[in-house]
């Protein structure tokens, strides 16, 4: 269901850590938001011009009910769904659909208030693919031949309960680590599963990790439902928090830290916030209504954050929002497209709208400007597409798994 960088300010250095999964080359997607974790796509070479008719459907799979975005690796597609009280971890051919294999468990569908299934998506690194179940079952697999390597359970392991809207947390790489928030933040060893350390307990939120560096210090940073907190990359340590609330526990957002500056948004008319961590503690630089992301993150680009304002359960009045990133000013907001998603490739907008249409638009400040749009799937999408070597990958809430083919770019 959920289951969100660099620079110097006057007052201290700090930079975004450079992650290990930045070296995948361009042609791999193998965790949510990109290699990057920007949400960014930076192919180009396919065009805007789409065709009347819609862009043509290359294949369609059932991966069962749920809200997994896909990651992509060696032409390998690996995401998640669930049919009839069990749980699947998928790996499909990305140009055939083809299945290659999958692995299936006993879980809960967990279907409160919305249609339930796994949120969280599945993460690629070296040969393994990890994975975390609504229920808090974090399987690190064998990404070719889908042979579980090892296994833990959240609940016994961390001493912790059922998050009310499930674990939908995807588990974040720093070096040698898995790190995710599951009402603890938590280490555990990559190759091993061995916990290296864990947090005091607190209410779980649903959007993953973020690390930073201060000092020569990597820090996490992490939205709970209680609040904005950073602690040691080395082990868990607390250094700073800021109470956050949120009404129904719904947190379900990853912090964008760029420029030593660090945003969250939260829906139920919450709103954002832009934080400054300065002598252990964090300065509040502003907080306004303006962007309410209820669970799907917006995107940095260029300056200005733009993301899906307002709650699915008011989707008649939910818009698309461009703000300024550093003074949190309104630029425009555009309605129309429910409480969908949407992430960016070559200066554009892609959004998939809660009905399941595809729409582009130019990302820019200035006005919201759509240059095309196709009929892509039906029922709720709330799940982010992934455009990758000239195709859009995505899912529906039902487990209707589409990839479509955009034109080339013949200039």
Same mark, same amino acid.
């Given at each position: 269901?959920?289951?969100?960088?660099?620079? +110097?300010?006057?007052?201290?250095?700090?930079?975004?850590?450079?992650?290990?999964?930045?070296?995948?080359?361009?042609?791999?997607?193998?965790?949510?938001?990109?290699?990057?974790?920007?949400?960014?796509?930076?192919?180009?070479?396919?065009?805007?011009?789409?065709?009347?008719?819609?862009?043509?459907?290359?294949?369609?799979?059932?991966?069962?009910?749920?809200?997994?975005? +896909?990651?992509?690796?060696?032409?390998?597609?690996?995401?998640?769904?669930?049919?009839?009280?069990?749980?699947?971890?998928?790996?499909?051919?990305?140009?055939?659909?083809?299945?290659?294999?999958?692995?299936?468990?006993?879980?809960?569908?967990?279907?409160?208030?919305?249609?339930?299934?796994?949120?969280?998506?599945?993460?690629?690194?070296?040969?393994?693919?990890?994975?975390?179940?609504?229920?808090?079952?974090?399987?690190?697999?064998?990404?070719?031949?889908?042979?579980?390597?090892?296994?833990?359970?959240?609940?016994?392991?961390?001493?912790?309960?059922?998050?009310?809207?499930?674990?939908?947390?995807?588990?974040?790489?720093?070096?040698?680590?898995?790190?995710?928030?599951?009402?603890?933040?938590?280490?555990?060893?990559?190759?091993?599963?061995?916990?290296?350390?864990?947090?005091?307990?607190?209410?779980?939120?649903?959007?993953?990790?973020?690390?930073?560096?201060?000092?020569?210090?990597?820090?996490?940073?992490?939205?709970?439902?209680?609040?904005?907190?950073?602690?040691?990359?080395?082990?868990?340590?607390?250094?700073?928090?800021?109470?956050?609330?949120?009404?129904?526990?719904?947190?379900?957002?990853?912090?964008?830290?760029?420029?030593?500056?660090?945003?969250?948004?939260?829906?139920?008319?919450?709103?954002?916030?832009?934080?400054?961590?300065?002598?252990?503690?964090?300065?509040?630089?502003?907080?306004?209504?303006?962007?309410?992301?209820?669970?799907?993150?917006?995107?940095?680009?260029?300056?200005?954050?733009?993301?899906?304002?307002?709650?699915?359960?008011?989707?008649?009045?939910?818009?698309?929002?461009?703000?300024?990133?550093?003074?949190?000013?309104?630029?425009?907001?555009?309605?129309?497209?429910?409480?969908?998603?949407?992430?960016?490739?070559?200066?554009?907008?892609?959004?998939?709208?809660?009905?399941?249409?595809?729409?582009?638009?130019?990302?820019?400040?200035?006005?919201?400007?759509?240059?095309?749009?196709?009929?892509?799937?039906?029922?709720?999408?709330?799940?982010?597409?992934?455009?990758?070597?000239?195709?859009?990958?995505?899912?529906?809430?039902?487990?209707?798994?589409?990839?479509?083919?955009?034109?080339?770019?013949?200039?």
């Amino acid at each position: 269901m959920k289951s969100s960088l660099f620079g +110097v300010v006057p007052f201290f250095l700090i930079h975004t850590f450079v992650f290990e999964a930045a070296e995948i080359q361009g042609a791999d997607w193998p965790t949510w938001m990109g290699p990057d974790l920007t949400g960014i796509s930076l192919e180009s070479g396919w065009s805007a011009k789409w065709p009347e008719a819609g862009l043509p459907t290359v294949w369609t799979q059932n991966i069962g009910i749920g809200f997994s975005s +896909v990651s992509i690796v060696d032409g390998r597609l690996y995401t998640m769904g669930h049919d009839r009280g069990k749980e699947s971890v998928w790996c499909l051919n990305s140009q055939t659909g083809e299945v290659l294999w999958s692995h299936s468990y006993p879980a809960p569908l967990h279907d409160n208030l919305y249609e339930g299934g796994p949120g969280a998506t599945p993460v690629v690194h070296a040969d393994c693919v990890y994975t975390l179940s609504i229920d808090g079952r974090l399987l690190c697999l064998d990404r070719i031949t889908g042979t579980v390597i090892w296994e833990k359970l959240l609940q016994q392991d961390l001493g912790v309960g059922f998050p009310d809207w499930g674990f939908d947390s995807t588990p974040f790489i720093l070096n040698d680590q898995l790190i995710l928030q599951a009402g603890r933040l938590v280490s555990y060893d990559l190759k091993t599963g061995r916990k290296n350390w864990q947090t005091s307990r607190h209410t779980a939120g649903y959007g993953a990790v973020r690390a930073f560096q201060q000092d020569d210090k990597t820090l996490l940073a992490s939205l709970d439902n209680d609040g904005l907190r950073i602690c040691q990359a080395t082990d868990g340590t607390q250094v700073a928090f800021a109470k956050w609330d949120s009404p129904f526990k719904t947190n379900s957002t990853t912090p964008i830290i760029h420029d030593g500056l660090i945003y969250i948004s939260t829906g139920y008319n919450i709103g954002c916030g832009l934080f400054r961590l300065q002598n252990g503690r964090l300065e509040q630089i502003y907080a306004n209504r303006e962007m309410r992301n209820h669970f799907n993150n917006s995107i940095l680009y260029n300056g200005h954050v733009y993301g899906v304002d307002g709650n699915s359960n008011l989707g008649r009045v939910v818009t698309i929002t461009c703000m300024d990133f550093e003074t949190g000013k309104l630029n425009w907001k555009q309605r129309g497209l429910g409480c969908g998603s949407l992430t960016i490739a070559d200066g554009k907008l892609l959004i998939l709208s809660e009905d399941g249409t595809l729409v582009l638009a130019d990302a820019t400040p200035e006005e919201f400007r759509e240059v095309a749009r196709s009929p892509f799937l039906t029922g709720r999408c709330w799940t982010v597409p992934v455009l990758l070597n000239g195709k859009i990958y995505g899912r529906n809430a039902a487990g209707t798994l589409k990839c479509v083919q955009l034109p080339p770019d013949k200039r």
